[in-house]
């Protein structure tokens, strides 16, 4: 049995995040492994956010990401995407992102980074993904510069083994 593995990082911009996600679905991982989750900057409607997203999607891979967007309380509104869009992960998104992302197997110490991260604006991509894609998946997110790169000592750049 292949192992399934969370790969989480952190992007400065929601396009970047997104661009990120299209990326990995068109490489081939499922849609609903990829989870993002945003808030557009400069104060747009995140309900017109979501519809674009998913259409650059679908332009670019014949997928949908299913995509939703939700006002959290303590949170606002965000745009979410794959398995942050599940119904217990959503559930833990109302308890807020620290919640959602330690529920869904990212390490507490790492959680709280990327969930301080999204509070500051910027956005996260995590995908799941067993061993044979691991590689592939960590190549596509550090290729678009996450704020990992560099910035942590600890090496592991929120990847688990869950």
Do not use: C
Request: proline fraction near 4%.
């Amino acid at each position: 049995m292949l192992q399934v593995q969370t790969i989480t990082r952190t992007y400065e911009t929601f396009e970047d995040a997104r661009n990120v996600a299209v990326r990995l679905a068109e490489a081939g991982i499922q849609p609903e492994r990829i989870g993002l989750l945003g808030q557009q900057a400069g104060g747009d409607d995140n309900t017109a956010t979501a519809a674009g997203v998913g259409g650059a999607a679908g332009a670019a891979t014949g997928l949908a990401l299913g995509l939703g967007a939700l006002t959290l309380p303590g949170v606002g509104p965000i745009v979410a995407t794959g398995w942050f869009l599940s119904g217990a992960v959503t559930g833990a998104l109302a308890g807020g992102v620290l919640g959602a992302l330690v529920d869904a197997g990212v390490p507490a110490n790492d959680a709280e980074r990327h969930a301080g991260e999204h509070a500051a604006g910027r956005s996260v991509v995590s995908v799941r993904v067993e061993e044979p894609d691991a590689a592939l998946a960590t190549r596509i997110m550090d290729a678009a510069m996450p704020l990992e790169v560099g910035k942590f000592s600890n090496g592991d750049l929120g990847k688990v083994v869950s």
